[in-house]
Nanobody, 125 residues
Framework: QVQLVESGGGLVQPGGSLMLSCAAS????????MGWYRRPPGKERECVAV???????YYTDSVKGRFTISKDNTKNMVYLQMNSLKPEDTAVYYC???????????????????WGQGTQVTVSS
């Protein structure tokens, strides 16, 4: 079992920045990819960014150039640095981890085994 806890969400003005953190604990040796998903109000969950154990990354088009996913294996942490935030970035952000993630299916939420409880990000003036 793996436990994930997100932190760092909050209220920020458009153009501002936030850094989300995800702490992993438990049987983390089996994890080969970690990602960030978000669910905007009234919309479906979408994949934002993924980092694999190889350190290869994926970003959805809407956040490229603004968001950066990173990991610290020694601390069992994954981060999402969010810059130039827009109102449309408002969502509940979830950390996810999987043990059988392949490069061709990194964005499929059903392939992730573990999920955090979510942290609210609100971008508003």
């Amino acid at each position: 079992q793996v436990q994930l806890v997100e932190s760092g969400g909050g209220l920020v003005q458009p153009g501002g920045s936030l850094m989300l953190s995800c702490a992993a604990s438990g049987s983390i040796f089996s994890i080969n990819a970690m990602g960030w998903y978000r669910r905007p109000p009234g919309k479906e969950r979408e994949c934002v960014a993924v980092v694999r154990h190889t350190s290869t990354t994926y970003y959805t088009d809407s956040v490229k150039g603004r968001f950066t996913i990173s990991k610290d294996n020694t601390k069992n942490m994954v981060y999402l640095q969010m810059n130039s935030l827009k109102p449309e970035d408002t969502a509940v952000y979830y950390c996810a981890a999987g043990s059988g993630i392949i490069s061709s299916s990194m964005t499929n939420a059903r392939h992730y085994d573990y999920w955090g409880q979510g942290t609210q990000v609100t971008v508003s003036s």
